[in-house]
């Protein structure tokens, strides 16, 4: 048995040993030397790979099991007493039926193993937004993989001291059994538990387990907020910056926009974008305006699309001490992905098998990540490790959407934008299991992440913006609109800052915009195009709104807010009643 002080901790420690019969305990202590040990072990085993060490230092490759390459969202549970307070939205089961099945599952599943204890913080250890969780796994993979994306190690231990006051996470691989696969949450408990698997989302319990779903249930109840958000922030040419957050469902462009490269027309004004966070915000309110952190400590970035001219900044990122999952390893024992640069001509692909570019399928996994230390990203922010976090000026919603949603529009206000926020919609990608590109209603890019009722949590938002004096504006983003052609009609990625100028623009009351029937729009001629191969024109389709879409869209909307049988808030059924109204 380890010799903890914490006596909450060791006893829990002990009831979870005594059900899983692990052959070994092992505290990870943060300690580079355990650290690498750990990936020696992992590398003798087959776990992981080593790759080439000149051209990427530090850097390991993994892959997963074939059928366990992504969340997933129908074996994911929110469970609560009642299912009302998980909602219509999660998948729900009664505390101790879960339990109880629970412990069948996880019964024996660590013998012959080790099992590691990972003491995690997310946000600056010991700073005022950090929250201590636990970590117990019986996977290397996960222990490297939550020692790149937390803060991890003996000084969270001391910091917790003796307090019972962490989240309890507890995975085990077993067998890798999809028709055993669960994902389970136990928000009055602060436990989560999943087994077999060994999938980023499903088994790093930092990230989205605790950092969204059981956090959302904290910052509910505590009146804060847990969101699916990048946070990044715009340096103008006198060194001031502002801050924005935005969510975009899975695997649509947060990554991307978090660490963009200026146009060069802002860059040669001296304009510059910093990274604070990529994928979650924690929002605080301090005096009357909402400030954020990132509560992660890296990437688990989207490997494929990832390249020199789409995303400069990750690509460094993955230059050193990083892990790649699912992807291509070359001849020369480095790595690729669609979309990485020209194919290799062979290679090893995601599933282990000899590969090569003729053979028409993918190398990598749609879904294939890299794990980065946040300090390799160049335009990582200096604010990063303030334990007070950023101010925002403006939050973005935004989806993958070919039609119906223009460009950037702007909500009326705050309540509006909760609206707008709880209409968003997205065509489904690979980072969950399931069909792609259909498209679904994923409300604040929260749908498989709420860890309550999302009635309730469309309450709390608007609840928080009573308490904003000043709150900061609301719009909405579609990088994905397409043309009749079915191409992309807007060029993406560093060029979404031009957008994010006119949303800046907007939020500092610089600049015009036109009144629609969903939001304001900007005037085409506000979108800067220079340097483009843009006309006005191309802008004003951008930003055409359709009323017979719109129209579609709201019935659609009406449908989901349905299934909440009457306990979506008044102000949002009634400002559908209103969008409606201006529509038709
Ligand atoms: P998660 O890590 O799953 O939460 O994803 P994410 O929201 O961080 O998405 P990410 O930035 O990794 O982008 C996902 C995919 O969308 C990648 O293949 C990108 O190349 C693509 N993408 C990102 N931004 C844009 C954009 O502005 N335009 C287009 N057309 N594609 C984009
Ligand atoms: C997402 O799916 O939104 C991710 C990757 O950021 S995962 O960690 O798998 O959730
Ligand atoms: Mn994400």
């Given at each position: 048995?380890?010799?903890?002080?914490?006596?909450?901790?060791?006893?829990?420690?002990?009831?979870?040993?005594?059900?899983?019969?692990?052959?070994?305990?092992?505290?990870?202590?943060?300690?580079?030397?355990?650290?690498?040990?750990?990936?020696?072990?992992?590398?003798?085993?087959?776990?992981?790979?080593?790759?080439?060490?000149?051209?990427?230092?530090?850097?390991?490759?993994?892959?997963?099991?074939?059928?366990?390459?992504?969340?997933?969202?129908?074996?994911?549970?929110?469970?609560?007493?009642?299912?009302?307070?998980?909602?219509?939205?999660?998948?729900?089961?009664?505390?101790?039926?879960?339990?109880?099945?629970?412990?069948?599952?996880?019964?024996?599943?660590?013998?012959?193993?080790?099992?590691?204890?990972?003491?995690?913080?997310?946000?600056?250890?010991?700073?005022?937004?950090?929250?201590?969780?636990?970590?117990?796994?019986?996977?290397?993979?996960?222990?490297?993989?939550?020692?790149?994306?937390?803060?991890?190690?003996?000084?969270?231990?001391?910091?917790?001291?003796?307090?019972?006051?962490?989240?309890?996470?507890?995975?085990?691989?077993?067998?890798?059994?999809?028709?055993?696969?669960?994902?389970?949450?136990?928000?009055?408990?602060?436990?989560?538990?999943?087994?077999?698997?060994?999938?980023?989302?499903?088994?790093?319990?930092?990230?989205?387990?605790?950092?969204?779903?059981?956090?959302?249930?904290?910052?509910?109840?505590?009146?804060?907020?847990?969101?699916?958000?990048?946070?990044?922030?715009?340096?103008?040419?006198?060194?001031?910056?502002?801050?924005?957050?935005?969510?975009?469902?899975?695997?649509?462009?947060?990554?991307?926009?978090?660490?963009?490269?200026?146009?060069?027309?802002?860059?040669?004004?001296?304009?510059?974008?910093?990274?604070?966070?990529?994928?979650?915000?924690?929002?605080?309110?301090?005096?009357?305006?909402?400030?954020?952190?990132?509560?992660?400590?890296?990437?688990?970035?989207?490997?494929?699309?990832?390249?020199?001219?789409?995303?400069?900044?990750?690509?460094?990122?993955?230059?050193?001490?990083?892990?790649?999952?699912?992807?291509?390893?070359?001849?020369?024992?480095?790595?690729?992905?669609?979309?990485?640069?020209?194919?290799?001509?062979?290679?090893?692909?995601?599933?282990?098998?000899?590969?090569?570019?003729?053979?028409?399928?993918?190398?990598?996994?749609?879904?294939?990540?890299?794990?980065?230390?946040?300090?390799?990203?160049?335009?990582?922010?200096?604010?990063?490790?303030?334990?007070?976090?950023?101010?925002?000026?403006?939050?973005?919603?935004?989806?993958?959407?070919?039609?119906?949603?223009p460009l950037v529009y702007e909500?009326?206000?705050?309540?509006?934008?909760?609206?707008?926020?709880?209409?968003?919609?997205?065509?489904?990608?690979?980072?969950?299991?399931?069909?792609?590109?259909?498209?679904?209603?994923?409300?604040?890019?929260?749908?498989?992440?709420?860890?309550?009722?999302?009635?309730?949590?469309?309450?709390?938002?608007?609840?928080?913006?009573?308490?904003?004096?000043?709150?900061?504006?609301?719009?909405?983003?579609?990088?994905?609109?397409?043309?009749?052609?079915?191409?992309?009609?807007?060029?993406?990625?560093?060029?979404?800052?031009r957008v994010?100028m006119w949303?800046?623009d907007r939020?500092?009351?610089k600049a015009d915009a036109v009144e629609s029937?969903?939001?304001y729009l900007p005037k085409a001629e506000d979108i800067n195009l220079?340097?483009?191969?843009?006309?006005v024109e191309?802008v004003k389709?951008l930003l055409?709104?359709?009323?017979?879409?719109?129209?579609?869209?709201?019935?659609?909307?009406?449908?989901?807010?349905?299934?909440?049988?009457?306990?979506?808030?008044?102000?949002?059924?009634?400002?559908?009643?209103?969008?409606?109204?201006?529509?038709?």
């Amino acid at each position: 048995m380890l010799n903890l002080k914490n006596e909450a901790l060791s006893k829990w420690i002990e009831e979870v040993a005594a059900l899983t019969c692990p052959d070994k305990i092992v505290l990870i202590d943060g300690s580079e030397e355990q650290v690498e040990a750990l990936r020696a072990e992992a590398c003798s085993t087959g776990e992981l790979e080593k790759l080439d060490q000149d051209k990427l230092p530090g850097c390991y490759l993994h892959r997963t099991a074939v059928n366990d390459v992504a969340r997933v969202e129908h074996r994911t549970f929110i469970c609560t007493p009642t299912k009302e307070e998980a909602g219509p939205i999660n998948n729900w089961m009664e505390p101790s039926e879960a339990y109880k099945m629970l412990n069948g599952l996880f019964a024996g599943s660590m013998k012959g193993r080790t099992m590691y204890v990972i003491p995690y913080s997310m946000s600056v250890v010991g700073s005022p937004f950090a929250k201590i969780g636990i970590e117990l796994t019986d996977s290397i993979y996960v222990v490297l993989n939550m020692h790149i994306m937390t803060r991890v190690g003996q000084k969270v231990l001391d910091v917790l001291g003796e307090s019972a006051d962490f989240i309890k996470g507890l995975h085990a691989r077993k067998d890798i059994d999809e028709e055993n696969r669960y994902i389970m949450h136990f928000p009055q408990d602060n436990t989560i538990m999943s087994v077999n698997s060994g999938y980023g989302g499903n088994v790093l319990l930092g990230k989205k387990c605790f950092a969204l779903r059981i956090a959302s249930y904290l910052g509910r109840n505590e009146g804060w907020m847990a969101e699916h958000m990048l946070i990044l922030g715009i340096e103008n040419p006198e060194g001031e910056v502002k801050y924005i957050a935005a969510a975009f469902p899975s695997a649509c462009g947060k990554t991307n926009l978090a660490m963009l490269i200026p146009p060069e027309i802002y860059r040669n004004k001296g304009y510059k974008v910093w990274c604070v966070g990529d994928d979650i915000a924690w929002i605080r309110i301090r005096d009357g305006k909402l400030w954020a952190v990132n509560p992660e400590n890296g990437f688990f970035g989207v490997a494929p699309g990832t390249n020199a001219k789409s995303n400069p900044n990750a690509l460094a990122a993955t230059m050193k001490n990083t892990i790649f999952t699912n992807v291509v390893k070359t001849e020369d024992n480095t790595v690729w992905w669609e979309g990485l640069g020209p194919a290799p001509e062979t290679g090893i692909d995601w599933k282990g098998n000899p590969w090569n570019k003729d053979m028409g399928i993918k190398g990598a996994h749609p879904n294939s990540r890299f794990t980065a230390p946040a300090e390799n990203c160049p335009c990582i922010s200096k604010e990063f490790n303030n334990p007070d976090g950023v101010p925002l000026s403006a939050i973005v919603f935004g989806g993958r959407r070919a039609k119906t949603a223009p460009l950037v529009y702007e909500a009326f206000d705050w309540q509006h934008g909760v609206f707008v926020g709880s209409a968003m919609a997205s065509e489904t990608t690979a980072a969950a299991s399931g069909a792609v590109g259909v498209v679904r209603r994923d409300p604040m890019a929260m749908l498989p992440f709420c860890g309550y009722n999302m009635a309730n949590y469309f309450q709390h938002w608007l609840d928080i913006g009573k308490k904003l004096e000043n709150p900061p504006k609301i719009f909405n983003v579609n990088w994905f609109r397409t043309d009749k052609d079915g191409h992309f009609a807007w060029p993406g990625f560093g060029d979404n800052m031009r957008v994010l100028m006119w949303i800046l623009d907007r939020a500092e009351g610089k600049a015009d915009a036109v009144e629609s029937a969903i939001g304001y729009l900007p005037k085409a001629e506000d979108i800067n195009l220079d340097g483009l191969d843009m006309t006005v024109e191309d802008v004003k389709n951008l930003l055409d709104v359709d009323n017979a879409l719109w129209a579609e869209d709201a019935a659609s909307l009406e449908e989901f807010y349905a299934k909440f049988e009457g306990k979506i808030p008044a102000e949002l059924t009634e400002e559908l009643e209103n969008l409606k109204k201006r529509i038709s």
